[in-house]
């Protein structure tokens, strides 16, 4: 039974969450932001990856190592 209430109330969760703006993009933290992003990530996850890679170079320059 509890586990029926649950999933109810992911469903609204998700229902009542689903926000965009006067320009139909979705408001950061609403459902379809987060739909939107588990999109975009397979296409963006290489670049993602050489940002920090780069980063953590920089780091290591920074600290002298």
Same mark, same amino acid.
């Given at each position: 039974m509890q586990k029926t209430q $649950? @999933? =109810?109330a /992911?469903? *609204? $969760?998700i229902?009542?969450? /689903?926000?965009?703006? !006067?320009n139909g993009i979705p408001v &950061? *933290?609403?459902?379809?932001m987060f739909m939107l %992003? #588990? !999109? &975009? #990530?397979p296409? @963006?996850? $290489?670049e993602l990856t050489g940002m920090k =890679? %780069?980063?953590e170079e920089r780091l290591l320059r920074?600290?002298? #190592?």
């Amino acid at each position: 039974m509890q586990k029926t209430q $649950s @999933i =109810k109330a /992911q469903r *609204f $969760s998700i229902s009542v969450n /689903q926000m965009m703006d !006067e320009n139909g993009i979705p408001v &950061l *933290f609403s459902t379809n932001m987060f739909m939107l %992003a #588990k !999109e &975009l #990530k397979p296409l @963006i996850d $290489s670049e993602l990856t050489g940002m920090k =890679k %780069a980063n953590e170079e920089r780091l290591l320059r920074y600290r002298g #190592k």
